[in-house]
């Protein structure tokens, strides 16, 4: 009586197709890491910019800063009162040189951060604002001012 079982020719074919649909669905997946963390950065960048908005509203001025710093609370000079968190780029713990970045003088600010996603249409490589122009010229491609 023969026996009926699989060769290992057709294990090998199976075993090949589960491979290529595992790399398909782990490339999926990580794209859509990559936009989620954009959308974090946009979130964040809008938060901030209410945040030295409302800022400015109270004393009538921006912190100002000598060209391009990282954003902190102690560059933008936004208290808790201002941002009760405060937000840090979502890559800063696996790569230490993601931060957001910050520039302004007493009557502008630009803030910006640098998107993954080369794609993405907010990414904007020919800022006309100089503050933006300055952020751009540190590597950051999204940019939101006063």
């Known amino acids: ?8 020719i057709e294990l090998l ?3 090949g ?9 782990l490339a999926n997946t990580n794209n859509a890491r990559l936009k ?3 959308a974090t950065r946009k979130s964040d960048l809008r938060t ?5 908005l409302n800022y400015y509203n109270d004393t009538n001025l921006f912190k100002t800063t000598i060209g391009v710093v990282e954003l902190t609370r102690d560059s933008s000079g936004l208290t808790k009162d201002y941002i009760n968190s405060f937000p840090d780029d979502p890559r800063v713990a696996q790569e230490p040189t993601r931060h957001y970045m910050y520039t302004a003088d007493a009557n502008e600010f630009a803030v910006g951060a640098k998107l993954e996603n ?3 249409p907010d990414i904007d490589n020919s800022p006309s604002n100089a503050k933006a122009a300055a952020l751009h010229a540190n590597g950051m491609n999204i940019y939101m001012t006063n």
């Open 1 to 8: 009586m023969r026996r009926r079982a699989f060769t290992l």
């Open 13 to 15: 074919v199976v075993i």
């Open 17 to 25: 197709i589960i491979g290529i649909l595992a790399m398909l669905v």
């Open 36 to 38: 989620a963390r954009d």
């Open 48 to 52: 901030i910019k209410v945040s030295l």
């Open 118 to 120: 080369e794609k993405d």
